[in-house]
């Protein structure tokens, strides 16, 4: 792809928007987000807070450690952590630099000032409000469609900003449709890595980082340590499972150590990244060759992201260890077709795992998603492949991903309201 190409600076601007860093999971740390600002603009710590969140945004908080509260979890933590210790400038790092008396001060701050928390029932998959008050001050906060896009500030009935929000909108961001599985191979081709290094070097280390810290400390139910653990010690597909898999045992039990997201996801930055790049050093590719297969794996994630939504029933690991799959194929040396099917077969083999909220067993569903993406590519090896018509499948990967989107966004709305209603009940 050309650098003259509209297309060319739209796909850097589209990796800078979403490969971004966040400490925890980053459901709660968007609520963290919106209680500072809103004690930002309330002009001191509140007496009240109420959250109102919907359904995915609670089924995503409800089960996970909240980073930097000494493992308190929930929406509750994560509000107090925001209003105690957040600071909003960080944005999906607000509660990066709480100090042990915070910590402290967040536990008194719950057991003095209870955090009510009500379910909204809107058409937004992705909403979170909150009203903190003080005396008779009050001051309200609104986050629609992603993480850190406010979309309505109040202080005492005075409407200081407010945005029009409709489903799905993501005006804010560079247009997504712009994005192709062809164009995505050309531009991870050609793309002169001086325009995407910055990027991919703080996602190779942050979330290299994290996965050492699974594997070598004891976090959720330690799969990335059971698959090292019991698989042969020469075998790359199962280092860059067991590595993936111990960096989500890390970020969901709790700890403190940023991750490099990919659409709104630590987990998915996770998926999409660290199996290429323990496969890429097992090889001993060369920098230039790991970073192409970044670029690619990433699109790939975001463009089938981007028809399924950020928040949903279907499970973003899928999304994410097909594009995986699909960067391992890269470094094996495969092209355009041996991408595709890789995706494909991938898709084919594990779409329909839900999301049932971030928790523990994350970890393992990341590990299944990075086996079905190798699985995909080993399958078209030895040619064999999945067909247009089998199930979901059509002909072509665009139609196919179309579909798999469907699926995601519409198919399993009910699904994500009886998952909701499972954890609520448990």
């Given at each position: 792809m050309e650098k003259t190409n509209p297309k060319y600076r739209s796909y850097i601007q589209i990796l800078e928007e979403e490969l971004v860093p966040a400490m925890g999971c980053t459901e709660p740390i968007a609520i963290a987000y919106g209680a500072a600002k809103g004690r930002e603009v309330l002009g001191g710590l509140p007496d009240q807070v109420v959250v109102e969140a919907s359904g995915n945004i609670i089924k995503n908080v409800k089960s996970v450690v909240v980073p930097n509260t000494g493992g308190l979890h929930g929406i509750e933590a994560a509000a107090a952590a925001g209003v105690v210790a957040g600071r909003a400038e960080l944005m999906l790092e607000v509660i990066s630099q709480v100090t042990p008396e915070q910590q402290e001060e967040m536990r008194a701050y719950l057991k003095d000032h209870p955090i009510r928390v009500e379910f909204l029932d809107g058409e937004?998959?992705?909403?979170?409000?909150?009203?903190?008050?003080?005396?008779?001050?009050?001051?309200?906060?609104?986050?629609?469609?992603?993480?850190?896009?406010?979309?309505?500030?109040?202080?005492?009935?005075?409407?200081?900003?407010?945005?029009?929000?409709?489903?799905?909108?993501?005006?804010?961001?560079?247009d997504r449709t712009l994005l192709s599985m062809a164009d995505i191979f050309d531009f991870a081709q050609t793309v002169d890595l001086n325009d995407v290094r910055e990027v991919i070097s703080r996602q190779i280390a942050c979330n290299m980082a994290i996965s050492q810290e699974g594997l070598s400390h004891s976090y959720g139910a330690n799969i990335g340590q059971v698959i090292q653990n019991t698989s042969p010690a020469n075998d790359p597909i199962s280092k860059a499972k067991a590595a993936a898999a111990a960096g989500s045992d890390a970020r969901m039990g709790g700890c403190e150590l940023p991750v490099i997201i990919n659409s709104g996801s630590g987990n998915q930055g996770m998926t999409a990244s660290i199996p290429v790049i323990v496969y890429g050093r097992e090889l001993g590719v060369s920098e230039e060759k790991l970073y192409r297969a970044l670029v690619l794996s990433n699109l790939i994630t975001i463009h089938q992201k981007t028809r399924i939504g950020r928040l949903s029933a279907y499970c973003g690991a899928v999304s994410a260890g097909a594009a995986a799959g699909a960067g391992i194929a890269y470094l094996d040396g495969g092209g355009y077709e041996e991408v595709i099917h890789t995706v494909v077969n991938a898709l084919a083999i594990v779409s329909g795992m839900i999301c049932d909220g971030a928790k523990a067993s994350c970890a393992g569903k990341i590990a299944a998603a990075i086996d079905a993406g190798v699985l995909g590519y080993r399958m078209y090896q030895q040619g064999q492949q999945f067909y247009g018509g089998d199930g979901i499948l059509s002909h072509g990967v665009e139609k196919t991903l179309d579909n798999v989107g469907r699926l995601g966004k519409i198919g399993m709305r009910s699904t994500d309201k009886e998952i909701l209603q499972i954890m609520l009940q448990a």
């Open positions: 937004l998959v992705f909403d979170i409000c909150l009203t903190l008050r003080k005396g008779h001050d009050e001051a309200k906060v609104r986050i629609a469609n992603y993480h850190t896009n406010i979309v309505h500030l109040e202080k005492n009935g005075q409407v200081l900003l407010d945005l029009p929000v409709e489903a799905d909108d993501e005006s804010g961001l560079t």
